[in-house]
């Protein structure tokens, strides 16, 4: 399996593409549920030695925050495939976590699973990890930077 590095923290309200972004560093709003987004192959090698392409068999994702239990995870979005660039045939996932974080640096986790297929060829009920991807991201308090804004509505009287 493999992951493209495309992980994304995303916090309430804001739209996500991971087809076209990727930029580090990745921030969320302390204490308050996130996005997260990725990308994975839609079609790879049949095994180490047939290069014949075979659409990926995906069962479910992992997540594990710094070291918090691991948790499966239910209620992944599975998104388009994307149409261009260099991302073109991937298929973006997206996962809105329950609830947030604390303030400061982070690690999330996230790896791909799937059932071992029997001699049949039906899926069995021992699962087979991918390798899993870390990417550090942060937590922080909503603050306002910059100078005050304009004063509005103001009256001067006699």
Known sequence: MNFLLALLFVPIGM??????TAQPPFT???????????LMDAMVPASPTDPTLVPQRIDGYY??????PRVRLSGV?????C????????????????SGVSRGSHLAQLLAYNYILDVNGNPT?????GPAVTVPFAAVDLTHTGPPRIPANVIIRR
Do not use: H, M
């Open 15 to 20: 739209q996500i593409d991971p087809c076209t």
């Open 28 to 38: 969320v709003n302390s204490g308050a549920p996130f996005t997260i987004a990725w």
């Open 63 to 68: 997540l594990q925050i710094d070291s918090t």
């Open 77 to 81: 979005i599975i998104g388009l495939p």
């Open 83 to 98: 149409v261009g660039g260099p991302n073109l045939g991937k298929i973006p996932f997206t996962y809105r976590t329950t």
């Open 125 to 129: 009920t021992t699962e087979q990890e």
